[in-house]
């Protein structure tokens, strides 16, 4: 029986992973209390994003593979800016990363690289349409602005 894979499940976890470290860069949490946390939540969404960037390059016949390199795009670019924020003197978590901060600018400059990579990818696919950023036809915005 052939594995099934629900991509669009996978891409709401990670995402939900980073969006833990964009919040945790954005904010000034007590490195006390969620300090820990933020470092796991960082290292479970950088295996997790390279395996799933991983699983997308290679499945060519994807049926949404344009869509999902650009969501997988974003996020990516999103995680390696809110780990730069974290290592950066001054951050809140300052401390809590001191030990870390080579080790997550590696991290940061490896998921900058993948997400142009992405993008490349996405470019040579989709014929030159690789914006990042989400996509809403001109149908899907009548239906939302529909009173």
Known sequence: M???IHYEDDFFIVDG??????????????A???????????????ATLRRVKDVILQNEHLVDRAECLRLLARTTRAFADALSDLARPG???????????????????????????????????????????DHVSGDELSELLRA
């Open 91 to 133: 951050s809140p978590l300052e401390q809590t990363f001191a030990s870390s901060s080579d080790e997550l600018e590696r991290v940061a400059a490896a998921h900058r690289a993948a997400a142009a990579e992405l993008r490349d990818v996405l470019h040579a696919t989709s014929g030159g349409d690789d914006s990042p950023e």
């Open 2 to 4: 052939p594995h099934v």
């Open 17 to 30: 992973l980073v969006r833990v470290v964009c919040d945790a860069a954005r904010l000034e949490p007590d």
């Open 32 to 46: 006390d209390i969620i300090g820990d946390a933020v470092i796991s939540a960082a290292r479970l969404a950088d």
